[in-house]
């Protein structure tokens, strides 16, 4: 099993709508949790961090988490046709001197 | 601000050549770090610095060394690059060895022929 599996892709929703992204994690030790955003052939760049359980909001995104589950999902509200990138879940905790561990990534297509 | 800067961003080798990656940063942060960006694979890390003076092996580290010069400063060296290093290269770095998000810094496209 992965460290950090995310929803295989490709995903692909029309502009307007929702998008969830979903990821989930194995060592229950997990502490903070962040997603971030990846255009073809640039690096990738910080979305949404998030640290405790419920719902963090910003703008159109909300990062959800729930430990118990070991599951942290990331919301796109009134997606985008710029919203289409590939987005990175990653997990870091205590033990791991802050090495985040990535999830392989799910590529968004928002359709005009 | 430049944030992250990688040199080069492109690079043809030879099996069996050498080269080093260069990464510098300017925010002041503590903590370095040097992944590998696969297609379909996520990023995997190779080597990190949790503060200066300090290095540590990632999940890939086999045919890879390091060295964290100053807290500025953290080079990736190919000793003898093998066509299983082709990948795209990030240094990235964060504040504290921690919670903070990564910054990344462009990339290096690495190809061994």
């Known amino acids: 099993q992965k460290e950090v599996e995310q929803n295989s892709g490709p995903l692909s929703v029309p502009e307007g709508a929702i998008a969830s992204l979903n990821c989930t994690y194995s060592?229950?030790?997990?502490?903070?949790f962040f997603w971030y955003r990846q255009y073809s052939g640039k690096s990738p760049e910080l979305i949404m961090f998030i640290y405790s359980n419920g719902d963090k909001e910003d703008g159109r995104f909300t990062a959800q988490l729930n430990k118990a589950s070991q599951y942290v999902s990331l919301l796109i509200r009134d997606s985008q046709p710029s919203d289409s990138a590939t987005y990175l879940c990653?997990?870091?905790?205590?033990?791991?001197?802050?090495?985040?561990?990535f999830g392989d990534g799910t590529t968004l297509t928002v359709k005009p | 601000n430049a944030g992250v800067t990688q040199t080069p961003k492109f690079q043809v080798l030879k099996t069996g050549q050498s080269m080093t990656l260069q990464c510098a940063q300017d925010?002041?942060?503590?903590?370095m770090y040097w992944y590998r960006q696969d297609p379909g694979m996520g990023l995997r890390l190779i080597y990190y610095?949790?503060?200066?003076?300090?290095?540590d092996k990632g999940e890939v580290p086999n045919g890879y060394n390091v060295s964290r010069l100053n807290k500025r400063e953290f080079s990736l060296r190919l000793e003898s690059a093998a066509p299983s290093q082709t990948s795209v290269y990030f240094c990235?770095?964060?504040?504290?060895?921690?919670?903070?998000?990564?910054?990344f810094g462009n990339g290096t496209r690495l190809t061994v022929t």
């Open positions: 990653a997990v870091n905790n205590r033990t791991n001197a802050g090495k985040s561990t």
């Open positions: 990235a770095s964060r504040m504290t060895a921690g919670n903070s998000p990564l910054h």
């Open positions: 925010m002041n942060h503590n903590s």
């Open positions: 610095s949790a503060s200066e003076g300090t290095t």
């Open positions: 060592d229950r030790g997990s502490q903070s």
